[in-house]
């Protein structure tokens, strides 16, 4: 184990499951179905991260209430289809945390998706009892707020120092800085590590193995 990290808090999607496209899909449909112009595939990579009302108000500040509700139900629609079988973990996820768990590491998942989503998926993995703490954007403040990261180290009895925050995107790293808390970025996910180098990670990978080589060679 790393000697300053005890805990580690992962992003789900982009970071541990490649599902960016079928997000993007997803809110392209909820669109063209609610009547509202199809925005960019680089704005929506934008916003991925934040809880779902969060993502849509960001994509269309003039929404009203009700379009909101509808909008949001054409996008769960569509999404729940097509993960109708579940978006594939990435290379070298499953056995970089096993390792994690057999090194004594905490785990955890801080997520802008909804409770109901990330429990579908963590279902599919049989992964429901995996992590320490699972905390969803629908049961807590939305990204990049740090209160599902407090209550994560809460939880773990981890103090801020002692725990990294790896994600794929602006909200993730922001969530961690406000939380006093390191970050890793990923470039494989919603957006560039451009983007992400902004917010001065620790690290930045281009594969999620790679997490724990540097965890590994810091420990020893």
Same mark, same amino acid.
């Given at each position: 184990?790393?000697?300053?990290?005890?805990?580690?808090?992962?992003?789900?999607?982009?970071?541990?499951?490649?599902?960016?496209?079928?997000?993007?899909?997803?809110?392209?449909?909820?669109?063209?179905?609610?009547?509202?112009?199809?925005?960019?595939?680089?704005?929506?990579?934008?916003?991925?991260?934040?809880?779902?009302?969060?993502?849509?108000?960001?994509?269309?500040?003039?929404?009203s209430d009700a379009e909101l509700v509808d909008f949001r139900q054409h996008y769960a629609d569509h999404y729940?289809?097509?993960?109708a079988e579940p978006s594939p973990l990435f290379a070298g996820v499953v056995q970089s945390l096993e390792a994690?768990?057999?090194?004594?590491?905490?785990?955890?998942?801080?997520?802008?998706?909804?409770?109901?989503?990330?429990?579908?998926?963590?279902?599919?993995?049989?992964?429901?009892?995996?992590?320490?703490?699972?905390?969803?954007?629908?049961?807590?403040?939305?990204?990049?707020h740090p209160l599902m990261l407090e209550q994560i180290l809460a939880h773990c009895e981890v103090h801020p120092?002692?725990?990294?925050?790896?994600?794929? #995107? #602006?909200?993730?790293?922001?969530?961690?800085?406000?939380?006093?808390?390191?970050?890793?970025?990923?470039?494989?996910?919603?957006?560039?590590?451009?983007?992400?180098?902004?917010?001065? &990670?620790?690290? #930045?990978?281009?594969?999620? &193995?790679?997490?724990?080589?540097?965890?590994?060679?810091?420990?020893?």
């Amino acid at each position: 184990m790393h000697p300053d990290y005890k805990l580690l808090i992962f992003d789900w999607d982009g970071t541990l499951a490649d599902s960016i496209g079928r997000i993007v899909e997803a809110m392209h449909v909820a669109s063209d179905r609610s009547g509202f112009a199809r925005c960019d595939d680089f704005a929506v990579k934008g916003i991925i991260g934040l809880g779902l009302p969060e993502a849509i108000r960001t994509l269309y500040p003039h929404i009203s209430d009700a379009e909101l509700v509808d909008f949001r139900q054409h996008y769960a629609d569509h999404y729940i289809a097509l993960e109708a079988e579940p978006s594939p973990l990435f290379a070298g996820v499953v056995q970089s945390l096993e390792a994690f768990r057999r090194e004594g590491y905490h785990l955890a998942v801080a997520t802008g998706k909804a409770r109901r989503g990330l429990d579908r998926v963590l279902k599919a993995h049989g992964w429901e009892d995996y992590f320490d703490i699972t905390r969803a954007a629908d049961e807590t403040a939305s990204k990049p707020h740090p209160l599902m990261l407090e209550q994560i180290l809460a939880h773990c009895e981890v103090h801020p120092e002692q725990a990294l925050m790896v994600g794929d #995107s #602006s909200f993730d790293l922001l969530m961690a800085r406000n939380a006093g808390m390191a970050s890793v970025a990923v470039s494989y996910g919603a957006q560039s590590l451009e983007a992400l180098q902004a917010y001065e &990670p620790r690290l #930045s990978i281009d594969s999620f &193995p790679q997490l724990h080589a540097w965890l590994s060679q810091r420990g020893n």
